[in-house]
Nanobody, 115 residues
Framework: QVQLVESGGGLVQPGGSLRLSCAASGSIYSIYTMAWYRQAPGKQRESVARSTSDGTITYQDSVKGRFTISRDNAKNTVYLQMNSLKPEDTAVYYC?????????WGQGTQVTVSS
């Protein structure tokens, strides 16, 4: 059974930074894609950043230059460094792993950007 556990969310002032982590446990092989999504109240879940096994990294336009996704394949962990945070970044952030045996999501971590 694969589990993804996120950490690092919290309350931060506008302009501040947070680093999210997502670690996978259990029997997991051949991770194709590690990604971060977010869902704000009343809105659909949206892709924020993704990192594929061939080294391709993509970002949603609104976070380019502010967020950085990175991965540690040896630890089955993905990170999201978020800088220059804005109130509109407030959402529940989810990690997602696409692996050979399926699609796995974390439970979500709340990020609130407010003064």
């Amino acid at each position: 059974q694969v589990q993804l556990v996120e950490s690092g969310g919290g309350l931060v002032q506008p302009g501040g930074s947070l680093r999210l982590s997502c670690a996978a446990s259990g029997s997991i092989y051949s991770i194709y894609t590690m990604a971060w999504y977010r869902q704000a109240p009343g809105k659909q879940r949206e892709s924020v950043a993704r990192s594929t096994s061939d080294g391709t990294i993509t970002y949603q336009d609104s976070v380019k230059g502010r967020f950085t996704i990175s991965r540690d394949n040896a630890k089955n962990t993905v990170y999201l460094q978020m800088n220059s945070l804005k109130p509109e970044d407030t959402a529940v952030y989810y990690c997602r792993f696409l692996v050979a045996t399926g699609d796995h999501w974390g439970q979500g971590t709340q990020v609130t950007v407010s003064s």
